[in-house]
C-alpha cells in the first residue's frame, strides 16, 4: 500500500517570504501521480499543483513550485511570495497511474500554513 | 458552471441512528469518489464509482457503510447504526472520465458534510 508523509504539523512564514512545505511517500511503482492540494477552512479541497512521476521537470504554477526528488521519493512545495490568502491546511497526494485514469487519492496528514503580517 | 454540492453542510446524529449523506457530482463527470476526514487527519478513500457501478470499495470501513449512484449522478453515501467513531467530515468529489489510458483525470471537491454522532 502506498503512503504519504508529511513531517510538519505546522509552518509560518512571514508575509512576501517563500516557505517550503516537506512531503515524502512510498510506493513500489514507478508510474503515479504526485499533487498538492490546498484546504482553507471552507473545507473545500483545490488543488494547487500536480507531477507526472515519468516527468523529470518540475513542475510550476505562478508563485508554486515543486521539488521532486523520485529516487528519494520526495515532493516538497515551495511557495514562493507568500500572500496572506495562502493561509490554509496543505495536504500532500498520491496516485497511481492507472489504465482508466481514475483511482482514489491517498493524503498525508497535512500541514498547517500561517502567515504572517 | 456548479461545481460539486454536498447536503447537508452538517449532521447531528446519536449513537445507533441511521445517516445519509448527499453528493451532486459536475455534471457529465462520471466518476465519483468519497472520502472520510477525521480530525488533523487528510482525506481517506473510502468508495469510487464510474457511472452506476463501484469500481472500487475497498475503502469501506466495514458493513455499516453503502453507497449508491442509481443513475449515475447523485450519490448517497449510507451510514447504519452510526457509531461516535464516524464523527468525520465527509467528502465527495467526481471527475470527467477518460477511456485512454493513464489519463490524467482532476478530482473536484465538493465543500464536505460534518457528521457528528452524539
Known amino acids: 500500500a502506498q503512503t504519504v508523509t508529511q513531517s510538519q504539523p505546522e509552518m509560518s512564514v512571514q508575509e512576501a517570504e517563500t516557505v517550503t512545505l516537506s512531503c515524502t511517500y512510498d510506493?513500489?511503482?514507478?508510474?503515479?501521480?504526485l499533487f498538492w492540494y490546498k484546504q482553507p477552512p471552507s473545507r473545500q479541497m483545490i488543488l494547487v499543483i500536480r507531477?507526472?512521476?515519468?516527468?523529470?521537470q518540475n513542475a510550476t504554477e505562478n508563485r508554486f513550485s515543486v521539488n521532486f526528488q523520485k529516487a528519494a521519493k520526495s515532493f516538497s512545495l515551495k511557495i514562493s511570495d507568500s500572500q496572506l490568502g495562502d493561509a490554509a491546511m496543505y495536504f500532500c497526494a498520491y496516485r497511481r497511474y492507472s489504465g482508466g485514469g481514475a483511482d482514489g487519492l491517498t493524503f498525508g496528514k497535512g500541514t498547517h500554513l500561517i502567515i504572517q503580517p | 458552471g456548479a461545481g460539486v454540492s454536498q447536503t447537508p453542510s452538517n449532521k447531528v446524529t446519536e449513537k445507533g441512528k441511521y445517516v445519509e449523506l448527499r453528493c451532486d457530482p459536475i455534471?457529465?463527470?462520471?466518476?465519483l469518489y468519497w472520502y472520510r476526514q477525521s480530525l488533523g487527519q487528510g482525506p481517506e478513500f473510502l468508495i469510487y464509482?464510474?457511472?452506476?457501478?463501484?469500481?472500487?470499495d475497498s475503502g469501506l470501513p466495514n458493513d455499516r457503510f453503502f453507497a449508491v449512484r442509481p443513475e449515475g449522478s447523485v450519490s448517497t453515501l449510507k451510514i447504519q447504526r452510526t457509531e461516535r467513531g464516524d464523527s468525520a467530515v465527509y467528502l465527495c468529489a467526481s471527475s470527467p472520465h477518460s477511456s485512454s489510458g493513464g489519463s490524467y483525470n482532476e478530482q473536484f471537491f465538493g465543500p464536505g458534510t460534518r457528521l457528528t454522532v452524539l
Open positions: 507531477q507526472e512521476a515519468y516527468k523529470q
Open positions: 455534471s457529465g463527470h462520471t466518476a
Open positions: 464509482f464510474q457511472g452506476t457501478g463501484a469500481a472500487d
Open positions: 510506493t513500489s511503482e514507478s508510474d503515479y501521480y
